[in-house]
Nanobody, 119 residues
Framework: QVQLAESGGGLVQAGGSLRLSCAASGRTFSIYRMGWFRRAPGAEREFVSAIEWSGERPVYTDSVKDRFTISRDNANNTVYLQMNSLKPEDTAVYYC????????????WGQGTQVTVSS
């Protein structure tokens, strides 16, 4: 099994930056893609960004393009989400997740980390 540990959330003013981290452990050889999702209060969970475990082919939802950057640290089995120019509408619980090799959906989830952006 794969285990995920997120960190880096917090409170920031609009226009500020945060970097989220997601450290993977366990059967990391089974990981195909790592993704970030978020759930705002009263809203459905939504996709934010994802990257192949090789560090290639990052993708983003339109609302975060040019503000967020996803990357992978090969040495530490960690995926980062650098979030710049944060807006109050980015406020949410952010989750990292794993799509395993041969899997059809992201099915391993972290515990979530709160990001709050004040106006």
């Amino acid at each position: 099994q794969v285990q995920l540990a997120e960190s880096g959330g917090g409170l920031v003013q609009a226009g500020g930056s945060l970097r989220l981290s997601c450290a993977a452990s366990g059967r990391t050889f089974s990981i195909y893609r790592m993704g970030w999702f978020r759930r705002a209060p009263g809203a459905e969970r939504e996709f934010v960004s994802a990257i192949e475990w090789s560090g290639e082919r990052p993708v983003y939802t339109d609302s975060v393009k040019d503000r967020f950057t996803i990357s992978r640290d090969n040495a530490n089995n960690t995926v980062y989400l650098q979030m710049n120019s944060l807006k109050p509408e980015d406020t949410a619980v952010y989750y990292c997740a794993v799509l395993r090799v041969g899997g059809a959906s992201f099915d391993v989830w972290g515990q979530g980390t709160q990001v709050t952006v004040s106006s």
